[in-house]
């Protein structure tokens, strides 16, 4: 079929020279703005495995459709619905290519305020919560929050026991002004022992930060991840041509499209080969846990993307 190999080459030719600009990549693919924005929540929806994940949900229907292909002929509009598709799975892969040719810049983590809701709760609620931590880590009572907390609960009970002893011994008019004492005293601890939950909470947003922090995409040789993505890009681009060829031609096309299906293990390995190429990185700038560090890029690259396809489908959007 010379035809089809000539468009498959010709379209492959075209995005390659327009691949080092977005705004270039995108006037070429041509993705409606609500096309985009429903990318970018399909990819922060991908949160087991990133945007490996997302990769593997937008082939699915591609190759389930070109599995129907076998038993009998596609409807134009079918095949019109998964070149839509591909051209966004194509442009997430050549987006995530520009990132790792440094083309694009990776965004700054931005600075969190956490309203952990600490001024809201009960402090029963806090303190099950600082004694299930004690009961599975006994090494927290040295926490100098801990130990604060522990001693206002301490307080708090001798408080209330002298509150109890004293009030039947407070004449009746006296007990107003007697019992705003002890209010103001309780306030006073219930407060305190909010403040030290509130930086337990968050001492370990810190740490978990810190720990993202260190899996983050900067560290790693991104640059080598590029001939892959450029290869996936490669075979996803030619599924789309081939599915337009078809949708185009009508005559006699049954057959590329069932070689395409035949062929489907190709596309499939280099998705899969996304996620070795992460835990040899990983190995590279010497992470131990080897999955984290791979789930880690995954997302990385997820939010990256998920973040220039929404920015660019608001700003297409008529007002």
Not at 35 to 56: C, D, N, P, W, Y
Not at 243 to 270: N, W
Not at 302 to 319: F, M, S, T, Y
């Amino acid at each position: 079929m010379p035809d089809l190999e000539k468009r498959i080459s010709g379209d492959w030719i075209e995005l390659r020279e327009k691949a080092n600009d977005l705004h270039t990549l995108l006037d070429t693919l041509a993705v409606p703005p609500h096309q985009l924005l429903v990318a970018a929540e399909t990819l922060r929806h991908s949160v087991e495995q990133g945007i490996v994940e997302f990769k593997r949900t937008l082939l699915v229907p591609v190759l389930v459709e070109l599995e129907t292909a076998r038993y009998k002929s596609l409807a134009a509009d079918d095949m019109g619905a998964q070149e839509k598709s591909l051209a966004v799975l194509l442009l997430a892969i050549l987006i995530q290519r520009l990132f790792c040719a440094e083309i694009l810049s990776l965004a700054r983590p931005r600075e969190k305020k956490r309203d952990f809701g600490v001024d809201a709760l009960q402090v029963n609620i806090i303190l099950t919560d600082v004694n299930t931590r004690l009961k599975s880590n006994p090494g927290l009572r040295a926490h100098p929050a801990v130990k604060n907390i522990l001693m206002q609960v301490q307080r708090y009970n001798g408080e209330n026991q002298k509150m109890r002893e004293l009030l039947p011994t407070i004449k009746p008019e006296m007990r107003t002004s007697f019992l705003a004492n002890f209010t103001r005293t309780f306030d006073e601890i219930i407060g305190s022992i909010r403040r030290h939950y509130a930086s337990i909470l968050q001492e370990e947003a810190a740490a978990d930060s810190a720990r993202k922090e260190g899996f983050s995409l900067a560290l790693v040789p991104l640059k080598e991840l590029a001939p892959l993505l450029v290869s996936q890009a490669r075979e996803v681009s030619r599924f789309r041509s081939t599915f337009a060829h078809a949708r185009e031609e009508r005559y006699k096309t049954r057959e590329s499209l069932v070689r395409l299906y035949d062929g489907r293990q190709v596309v499939l390995k280099l998705v899969e080969d996304e996620s070795r190429a992460y835990r040899r990185l990983c190995q590279r700038i010497q992470q131990d846990d080897m999955d984290s560090c791979a789930g880690a890029m995954a997302t990385g690259f997820r939010d990256e993307v998920a973040a220039i396809l929404e920015k660019q489908g608001r700003r297409e959007q008529p007002d």
